[in-house]
């Protein structure tokens, strides 16, 4: 029962964080325009940042529930931006030192993630 009540939440985070994205998205679109994806960039920046916050709180002065921890970290901020995710695992790797595996997984993911939407654009064009 725990397990489902746990995907349940992180259901609900995910549909609050992907509105909120559509939201942020939509209003900084009418705000700054299209001509760059400001929008994406305030969306992966916020979620960074957020997700940073509120690991950090949970982590030193803050008790939460697993269920609410997998709810905001898991699906409102997954479904806001997973940029995030990968820049506090990035993190957590230059934090034990691992600066060649951080560095590796940001030049890696940045340029294997641009190939994949590449070869994604191909695909879908075919």
């Known amino acids: 029962m725990k397990v489902l009540v746990q995907y349940l939440a992180v259901a609900v ?4 964080g992907a ?3 559509m939201f942020v998205g939509s209003l900084s679109g009418r705000f700054f325009g299209t001509g760059f994806p400001i929008g994406t960039f305030i969306i992966n920046i916020s979620g960074s940042l957020f997700l940073g916050w509120f690991l950090a709180v949970i982590g030193t002065r803050a008790t939460v529930s697993d269920t609410t921890r997998l709810a905001v970290a898991v699906g409102f901020v997954g479904a806001y931006t997973t940029f995030s995710t990968f820049m506090y695992e990035s ?3 230059i934090e034990d030192g691992l600066h060649i595996k951080a560095t590796m997984n940001v ?10 939407v590449r070869v994604g654009i191909w695909l879908g064009r075919g």
Do not use: D, H, K, Y
């Open 13 to 16: 985070g995910g549909a609050i």
């Open 19 to 21: 509105m909120l994205r």
């Open 107 to 116: 030049i890696g993911s940045i340029v294997v993630g641009l190939l994949a």
């Open 91 to 93: 993190n957590s790797l």
